[in-house]
């Protein structure tokens, strides 16, 4: 059954290329179907890649190969929600070392211009902690991280 709402973000080429990836990547995510163009239309020729059906982490997505009209920005980004340090450094990592680069505050982008949050569930949980003066700390401790450090966000939360 095709979902109510669908995700579709805009890619300058490149769309089976990101499915596939972000289907190796994250847990419980798949590339469903590739579409090819009928006919030409203004970035690209009939029967090129127009656009792909994927989950990321069992979100429904389309990826579109629309052309350099549009460009990503972190006006938008996936937060992905980590166990541990283990996955977050592989998730981390696979996403910078796809041709991706580092951000601050846990976020990143890949090499195709999205970005991700990779967000550990203990930074997410300190920052609610109803003693604002533990929240205060763990935000000053992540607003000077890149990668979330598991362990330092526990020193901060415990003072």
């Known amino acids: 059954m095709t979902p109510k709402n669908t995700i579709c973000i805009w890619y300058d080429g ?9 289907a190796r990547t994250f847990p419980d995510s798949a590339v469903k179907a590739v579409h090819h163009a009928p006919s030409d239309y203004p970035s690209g020729k009939a029967g090129d890649v127009l656009t792909v059906e994927f989950t990321v ?7 579109l ?4 009209a549009f460009k990503q920005t972190e006006a938008f980004s996936f937060q992905i929600a980590t166990d541990d340090q283990a996955e977050t450094d592989r998730l981390w990592s696979a996403i910078v070392g796809n041709g991706g680069r580092e951000s601050a505050c846990g976020w990143c982008k890949d090499k195709w211009g999205l970005n991700w949050q990779i967000t550990p569930r203990v930074l997410t949980d300190a920052m609610a902690d109803p003693d604002r003066a533990v929240a205060k700390r763990v935000f000053e401790a992540m607003m000077q991280m890149g990668k ?11 003072g």
């Open 57 to 63: 982490c069992g979100i429904p997505c389309i990826a």
């Open 148 to 158: 979330i450090d598991i362990a330092a966000i526990e020193a901060a939360r415990r």
């Open 14 to 22: 490149g769309a089976e290329e990101a499915a596939e990836f972000y």
């Open 65 to 68: 190969n629309g052309g350099s």
